[in-house]
Each structure stands twice: as C-alpha cells, then as structure tokens.
C-alpha cells in the first residue's frame, strides 16, 4: 500500500529535494514516510534538521560550517540525547546504507539561511519540504496557546528568504499530540489558507504501508538508546496509527500526563510556505536575528504588544 501524497506530483518535479525538520531532533522522523515513500518510487531527496542537539562541538562528520555538519553512522558523540545520529545508525544497520543527516545549529534566523544556502550549493537542492511535528507552525501569533513555536518560526522566516528555490511547501503530521495549542485558532488558521489556496491537501499514514513501516522502525529504534529522550508527538502518531485512542501512553516519558490519541494524528496536512509566512505576525521582527536568544526576545516582544484572539471550543456533534 503507498501513502497517496496529494503533492507527490510538485516533489517528483524536484531533482534534489530537501526534507528539513523546522525545529528540535524529532520533527524530521515526521518526515520519514514521505522519504521513504519517495524512495520507493525512485526519487532523490535528502534529510535535514534543526537540531536541539550541540552540533557547533561536534569533533567530526561533514562540517560545511561552523553550525551546519551531515552527521553519519559514524559520528562520534557518547553519553547525548542525538536523534539525528541515532537515525543515521539506523539507517546503516536497517540498510546498510550511510545516510548522512544534515543538521543545523540552533540559531538565529540570518545563520540559519546562510546554512541553508550552503547546504542549497552542496546538494543543488531545487526543492524544500520543511516538516513540522505537531501544527504549532501554524501558529499566527495571537492565539490564546501556542505550543513551542520559535524554532519553527525561525525554519519559516529562514526559508522565506531563499527566494531562489521554486518549491518550498509545509508538512503537518501529529494534530493534537501537542498540549498547549489552542487547537480551534489552528483550525481557524487552516481555513484561512484554505481560502487563500494555500491548503495542499492531507493523507493518512496506515499500518500496511511500507513507508509507514520502516518510519515505525526508525523511531522505536532511536527512542530505545540509551540517553536518549523520547518524542511525544512521534510516539502519538504510532499510537493513532496503531488504533490506539484516548489516554494512551507508549513510552514512560507520558506517564501521569493525560493524552488524548486521535487518528487525526495520523494525518499529513500539506501548505505552500508562502501562505503561511504571509499571515505570520512576527517574522519580520526576527529576520535580523544572528542568536536563539534574539529570537526568543523579539518574538515575546511583538506576542506581549498585541491582544490575543478570544478563548475558542471545537464544537463536535
């Protein structure tokens, strides 16, 4: 069984595609089935991601810059919380293959695009998927919660900016893995792209697909190391994808916290970039911004100066 992607037509058009993590070690595995998916039809893209992890102190692996490095099965990095390098393992001991995981620095906006455009010219990237684990890219900025939002403004304001690249489109997988997002303003905010055309479309991960399949593996895998934490929003999308509902708890991590696992969080939802940047309140604000720390400064600031959209329910019957 294949996952249907609606925008599989504008990915085949790209020779080199990117799938990039926007923001922590885990959003990149949310981008796993469509890789895999890709792979499978004989299509080239690479992986890459906005790592939490220390990659400016990494002593090896393929260092483009100071904050961008490809990690590979034999990156050395004892005793951390890595995923990337973890998945990199993976990749190697599933399929004997050296996969190297592209991993940017946790920056400010303006190094950030300078590594993009680096690792752009190393790859002859024509194409970029950014993938967000959970919906908070979503997020405007007025909304009543808005879950962990900076480091994926930070990937949208980043990419926004690398005007030469024809395709560069948003993945959503893992609706409602996320507790503190005011989930009826997200819905709000996907209608209004979907006025604007900025909806691609959605489709479901199923058991039976192989892509699925071999994403299953790589997180179980990397989430059994030792030192190494665990993803709420991919250990929610193998709960929903296994048929689980409710407050179900995968892995020690959730335990004593109350979930609500839905197939909703097995659902990809697809965006054009632009329509998303367009309605975003803040980029602007941290376009300029070489720090996280400026960011994070910049983003409180425009958040505490403007009133927030009203309390709202999601209203099922």
């Not at 992986?47 to 692996?61: E, M, P, R, V």
Request: proline residues 4%; contains cysteine; hydrophobic residues 45%.
């Amino acid at each position: 069984m294949q996952l249907n992607l609606p925008i599989l037509d504008r990915l085949s058009a790209c020779k080199n595609l990117l799938i990039a993590g926007m923001g922590g070690g885990f959003d990149i595995f949310c981008g796993l089935p469509i890789y895999f998916e890709l792979r499978r039809r004989g299509l080239l893209a690479h992986l890459a991601s906005f790592s939490f992890s220390d990659i400016a102190t990494l002593k090896d692996g393929m260092r483009l810059t100071n904050t961008l490095v490809g990690v590979t099965f034999e990156t050395q990095a004892e005793g951390v919380c890595f995923p990337e390098l973890y998945l990199a393992q993976w990749f190697h001991e599933k399929f004997w293959e050296d996969v190297p995981i592209w991993c940017f620095h946790k920056t400010g906006v303006r190094p950030l695009i300078e590594n993009y455009r680096v690792l752009i010219k190393h790859l002859s990237i024509d194409g970029i998927l950014l993938i967000d684990g959970g919906v908070d890219s979503l997020i405007r900025g007025d909304e009543a919660e808005m879950g962990t939002i900076i480091e994926d403004s930070i990937s949208l304001c980043a990419v926004n900016e690398l005007i030469d690249i024809p395709l560069r489109l948003v993945g959503c997988l893992g609706f409602g893995a996320e507790q503190d997002v005011s989930y009826a303003h997200v819905l709000e905010n996907i209608s209004a792209l979907v006025k604007s055309e900025g909806f691609l479309g959605s489709c479901s991960l199923l058991r039976q697909m192989p892509a699925y399949q071999d994403y299953e593996s790589a997180v179980m895998y990397v989430q059994s190391k030792p030192y190494q934490e665990t993803s709420v929003v991919n250990s929610s999308v193998i709960s929903a994808v296994r048929g689980h509902y409710g407050d179900y708890n995968l892995t020690e991590k959730t335990q004593g916290s109350r979930l609500w696992i839905s197939p909703l969080m097995s659902i990809y939802w697809f965006f054009e970039m632009s329509a998303i940047t367009e309605r975003h309140l803040f980029l602007n604000e941290i376009r300029a911004t070489d720090m996280f720390s400026e960011v994070m400064r910049a983003m409180f600031l425009v958040i505490g100066s403007r009133p927030k959209r009203p309390p709202a329910k999601i209203w099922l019957s």
